[in-house]
């Protein structure tokens, strides 16, 4: 009996570190660990650098949509990417007057599909350095190599850099990056 009841903690042991394992493979963003069996936005509510997008989601409408089965792909700016804005500029699009034009910026951020860093650098490789990318909003991003980094222009001219690549979720990918992928005015 005693061996038995050793076995099985030993077991449970094993399960709990294999367990963990497949959560430490997911990089921490904003301090907060990200798992893949939960949605994109049960995981950024978790981060203390993404409280902006979060309350962006909100007010936007979308958190519905980016709990949704998805898959999607986000490229989720940080607060400082947000507070690099023109000073008024969050303020602004975070009333509710101005939802519509939330929408746009936000959904500029958002492509449908499950497109992890591997599968990007190689269509950039693939169009010869410089592949476009149709967000759900409509917008186009040109995605390029800067060394090892994934950047994206938008449609402004303004170019934000992947920072933490593959945080893998339930219903697609988060690429964090430092810039506001802005549409064209």
């Known amino acids: 009996m005693i061996r038995f009841t050793l076995r099985t903690a030993a077991l449970a042991s094993v399960f709990a570190l294999s367990a963990f394992a497949a959560h ?3 990089p921490m963003v904003g301090g907060a660990a990200m798992f893949e ?7 950024a509510v978790n981060s203390k650098d993404h409280t ?5 989601v909100k007010a936007a409408g979308l ?3 980016l709990s949704g089965a998805g898959p999607f792909t986000v490229f989720a700016p940080t607060n400082e990417a947000f507070a690099a804005l023109p000073a008024g500029t969050v303020d602004s699009l975070l009333k ?3 939802k519509d034009q ?11 599909a499950n497109a992890m860093s591997d599968a ?11 592949h476009p990318v149709k967000t759900v909003g409509g917008c186009m991003l040109s995605a390029k190599m800067d060394g090892d980094k994934i950047t994206l222009t938008d ?3 303004g170019t934000a850099t992947v920072t933490i690549a593959d945080v893998k979720q339930s219903n697609g990918v988060i690429h964090v990056i430092d810039k506001v992928l802005l549409p064209k005015a």
């Not at 069996?37 to 995981?43: C, F, L, S, T």
């Not at 990007?120 to 410089?130: E, R, Y």
């Open 37 to 43: 069996d939960k949605n994109i936005v049960e995981n």
């Open 155 to 157: 449609e402004t001219g």
């Open 120 to 130: 990007i650098g190689k269509m950039i490789a693939d169009d010869k350095g410089d």
């Open 102 to 112: 939330l929408v746009k910026v936000l959904t500029c951020h958002v492509v449908s």
């Open 96 to 98: 509710p007057e101005n």
């Open 63 to 65: 958190v519905e949509t």
């Open 52 to 56: 902006t997008l979060v309350a962006a």
């Open 24 to 26: 430490a493979e997911n």
